[in-house]
């Protein structure tokens, strides 16, 4: 029976594995599991200082006399 979702194979320094298999038996998941949501994670921080760079940049051109009043919004 095929995998639901997609797989991908990744080559670990023993170091790095070692890590992984101590926090998966800490935390009671697979291997797998573990490596998921570390992903998912780290992912979660990439798309955090995206945002905050984004947020940085618009502050930067920001101009008060420019800006909308809420009145003229709604």
Do not use: C, Q, Y
Not at 22 to 44: I, M, T, W, Y
């Amino acid at each position: 029976m095929p995998a639901k979702n997609p797989r991908v194979n990744v080559v670990l320094e023993k170091g790095l594995f070692k890590v992984i298999e101590r926090l998966a038996k800490r935390d009671g998941v697979s291997l797998s599991l573990k490596v998921r949501d570390l992903v998912k994670e780290a992912l979660e921080v990439e798309e955090d200082i995206d945002l905050a760079l984004f947020a940085e940049k618009r502050e930067s051109t920001f101009r008060k006399s420019k800006a909308l009043k809420h009145d003229e919004v709604w």
